[in-house]
Every structure is written in structure tokens, then in C-alpha cells.
């Protein structure tokens, strides 16, 4: 079964920080683009980070660049997300995703390319 579980969500206030985890199992990171994404209350999911499988290449949002760190342990099957500075306006549901399927040049930025999602864990930055 292919699964991507996100933990270490929580409440932090502006300027502090928080390192989300998504631990992967039934596919293999260093073959598979992985991504971070966030939902605010909307219908729309904003990207905020990807990285490819083999190579390990990054993308970030204009909107997190220098702030955000994604990373993986490929041991350990594990993808991360190291936040820091964070602002009020990152507050949203932050999600771990792969791209199984997708077979093309560079990083998949829109979130739909992304066919496989965890659960979600909530992150909220007070002012």
C-alpha cells in the first residue's frame, strides 16, 4: 500500500519555527518527485516546495524561498520540511505529496500533478 504520513504541525508564533516530517512507504523516494503543499480555508492548494527523485533537485514559492528548507533522508524513506521565520500568512494545513506519475523534466509546481497525499497536519503562526 502507498501511504505518506505528515507529522510535526503545531502552533508556533511569528518568527519561530517547525520541521514537518513525511515518512513514505510502498515507493521510494530517490525515483519519486515529492512535494509539500498548503491549504488556507479555500478551495485552492498552494505549492510551496518540491524536489525531484533522483538528482534531489529543488523548487521553491516565491513566497517561501529563504525561509523554507525541504530535505530528505532517503534511508529512511523520509521527506522534511524545515520552516523557519515563520509569518502569520503561512498558517494553513500542510501537505506531503508524491508524483508517481509524473515522468517529466524538472519539478511538478502545479499541485495537481501530485496523485498521491497524506492526511495533512495543521500549522498555525500567531502574531
Known amino acids: 500500500q502507498v501511504q505518506v504520513v505528515e507529522s510535526g504541525g503545531g502552533s508556533v508564533q511569528a518568527g519561530g519555527s517547525l520541521r514537518l516530517s513525511c515518512a513514505a512507504s510502498?515507493?521510494?523516494?530517490?525515483?519519486?518527485?515529492m512535494g509539500w503543499v498548503r491549504q488556507t480555508p479555500g478551495p485552492e492548494r498552494e505549492y510551496v516546495v518540491g524536489?525531484?527523485?533522483?538528482?534531489?533537485?529543488?523548487s521553491y514559492a516565491d513566497s517561501v524561498k529563504g525561509r523554507f528548507t525541504i530535505s530528505k533522508d532517503n534511508a529512511k524513506n523520509t521527506l522534511y520540511l524545515q520552516m523557519n521565520s515563520l509569518k502569520p500568512e503561512d498558517t494553513a494545513v500542510y501537505y506531503c505529496?508524491?508524483?508517481?506519475?509524473?515522468?517529466?523534466?524538472?519539478?511538478?509546481?502545479?499541485?495537481?500533478?501530485?496523485?498521491?497525499w497524506g492526511q495533512g497536519t495543521q500549522v498555525t503562526v500567531s502574531s
Open positions: 505529496a508524491a508524483a508517481r506519475g509524473y515522468s517529466g523534466r524538472g519539478i511538478p509546481r502545479n499541485p495537481r500533478t501530485y496523485d498521491t
Open positions: 510502498g515507493l521510494t523516494l530517490s525515483t519519486v518527485a
Open positions: 524536489m525531484s527523485g533522483r538528482g534531489g533537485s529543488t
